[in-house]
Structure formats: structure tokens, C-alpha cells
């Protein structure tokens, strides 16, 4: 359902740009400039090329999850620690009223954690050994109730549409500066033989680098307040004075490094900046997610 009404939306904002470049006459000012471009059929080729890929990102990332953390799936617990994980994650799913995810244990000194999946019954979630040695039994529940609430927020699923839908504009825009500045402003390229000049390439690339950073600003606002949304999660799960206990033992950690690549986002912990390049964090600082838990009701 949440893929559907993504699409939808997706194809109602399409259409919205589609008609408001008719009214505004986009299309036909482009023509009088000698750029024949179908701007329809360019907002539905950028979709597709945009979604495409955060579609075959999301069914892979449990592989690739496993693959680049070299998560140990637990099959059949084999000591008292790994029982304790499934039985905790176990308890936690029936309360969300979600499947139960595949439950790991990624080899790493930091203490971190992540969950991903194609839908909340279809999930991976899994801790370093660092967070299983360095934190409490309470505090771990707290994390694990986090990353839980990830999973039946459907996290996973929004955050790779998102990005599909801004990948989409981002390639649309972006070819739309390339056709202008090489057909309008420097009259490069020949377009009655479908040619394109130099122009066209540079201003393509150039743009699409522009767009991405303003793109990734705005898919990491969103995942900032998942972060805010899903602690508040594992304070129900776990209880408030453990989630706070457990940021706070992350914030002990000072060294911790971001999860590589996209699991990034779905990590417990994030990585440190300060100005301009906060705007680039997925997750908020710690003490700000610890004074929006101490501050809630």
C-alpha cells in the first residue's frame, strides 16, 4: 500500500508539473528556440529512470546488508546472548503487530545497529558486537526497539522512494538546463538531426551535480526526523529512561563512524558535523534526540 500511494502521489506530481508547463507555456517557448523535447515523455522517462533504481536498491539491500556488514544471520541461537536478541525482537514484533524480521550480528568494535528490508514483514535487523560488549541488557532493548519501530514505520520502503522521486526531477531539470543552454543560449547543438553540442553534456552534469546536493539535503532532513520519530518508538517499546540511556551511551562512544553506503540511514548512531554540513547528516546530533525524549510526554 505505501509503494502504491508513493507511486500515485508520484504520477499526481507529474502530472501537476506537466500541466503547469503547458500554462506557462515552457513548451512552446522551447520550440520557437528550435528545441523539439517532449516534455511529457521526458517527465516519464526521468521516473523511469529515477525509481528504477531505488526499486532495485530496496529488494537488494537486505543482500547487500549482509554482504558488505558480513551480518551473521541467526538461524538457530547457539549461546544465551543470541537466544536473548531473538526472544527481545520476537516480543517487539508482536507488540508492533509486524513479521518477524531475520535477526543478525555484525563483527565491529563501535556499537551500532541497523535494520532494512523490502517491507516491515520482510526486514533484517542486526547489532554490532560492539553494542552487545559496551551496553547494558536495558540499553540494547532500547536500540533494538528503535530500529524495530524503523521497521514498522516502513522506514526502508519511504526513504528509497523518496529518493527514486528527487532522483526523478533531479534528471528531468537537469536535462531540461542542457537542452537550453545548448540549443537557446549557445545554439551548439543541431537538433533536426537529434545532435547535441558540448554545451548540452557539461550543462547536464554540471546541473545534475547541483540538483543532487540540494536533493540530498531534502532527503536528509527526512531521515533526521524518522531518527526523532523511530527513538520515540523504542521509548514505547523499551521505555523512555532506556532510550535516553542508550543515546547517551552512544554519545560515550565518541569514534563511532557511520554504517557505509545507504545503511547509513537506517544505523542507530550517526556521524558528527558541524554548520553547513549538518544539512548532509541522516541522523540529528545525540543531544538533540536525547532532549527531544526528555522533553516529550
Do not use: C
Not at 65 to 77: L, N, R
Not at 175 to 192: E, F, M, N, P
Not at 222 to 230: G, I, K, L, P, V
Amino acid at each position: 500500500m505505501r509503494i502504491l500511494l508513493f507511486l500515485l502521489t508520484n504520477a499526481a506530481v507529474l502530472l501537476l508539473i506537466s500541466i503547469l508547463f503547458q500554462v506557462l507555456g515552457l513548451g512552446h517557448y522551447l520550440q520557437q528556440n528550435g528545441v523539439s523535447i517532449n516534455l511529457n515523455n521526458l517527465l516519464l522517462s526521468s521516473a523511469v529512470i529515477g525509481m528504477s533504481g531505488s526499486f532495485i536498491s530496496l529488494m537488494m539491500s537486505k543482500w547487500m546488508a549482509k554482504s558488505s556488514m558480513g551480518v551473521h544471520v541467526i538461524e538457530q541461537p547457539g549461546n544465551a546472548t543470541e537466544q536473548w536478541l531473538v526472544d527481545t525482537i520476537a516480543r517487539q514484533a508482536r507488540r508492533l503487530n509486524i513479521g518477524m524480521p531475520e535477526v543478525g550480528i555484525f563483527d565491529t568494535p563501535e556499537p551500532n545497529a541497523f535494520a532494512t528490508g523490502m517491507s516491515k514483514n520482510s526486514s533484517l535487523v542486526a547489532v554490532s558486537t560492539g553494542l552487545l560488549h559496551n551496553m547494558e541488557a536495558d540499553e540494547v532493548e532500547a536500540v533494538l526497539g528503535h530500529e524495530m519501530s524503523h521497521v514498522a514505520n516502513g522506514d526502508m520502503v519511504t526513504m528509497g522512494l523518496l529518493q527514486g522521486v528527487v532522483n526523478t526531477f533531479v534528471y528531468f531539470f537537469a536535462t531540461i538546463a542542457g537542452h537550453v543552454v545548448d540549443r537557446v543560449l549557445l545554439r551548439s547543438g543541431d537538433d533536426d538531426r537529434g545532435g547535441y553540442g558540448p554545451a548540452y553534456y557539461i550543462t547536464q552534469m554540471v546541473a545534475q551535480i547541483a540538483l543532487s546536493i540540494l536533493a540530498t539535503m531534502i532527503v536528509m532532513w527526512f531521515s533526521r526526523w524518522r531518527e526523532f520519530r523511530a527513538d520515540a518508538g523504542g521509548a514505547q517499546l523499551a521505555g523512555r529512561g532506556k532510550m535516553v540511556n542508550a543515546l547517551r551511551a552512544l554519545q560515550r562512544s565518541h569514534d563511532h563512524p557511520d554504517l557505509p553506503g545507504e545503511l547509513a540511514a537506517f544505523g542507530i548512531s550517526g556521524g558528527m558535523a558541524s554548520g553547513f554540513s549538518k544539512l548532509f547528516l541522516s541522523h540529528p546530533p545525540l543531544e538533540e534526540r536525547i532532549a527531544a525524549l526528555q522533553n516529550s510526554r
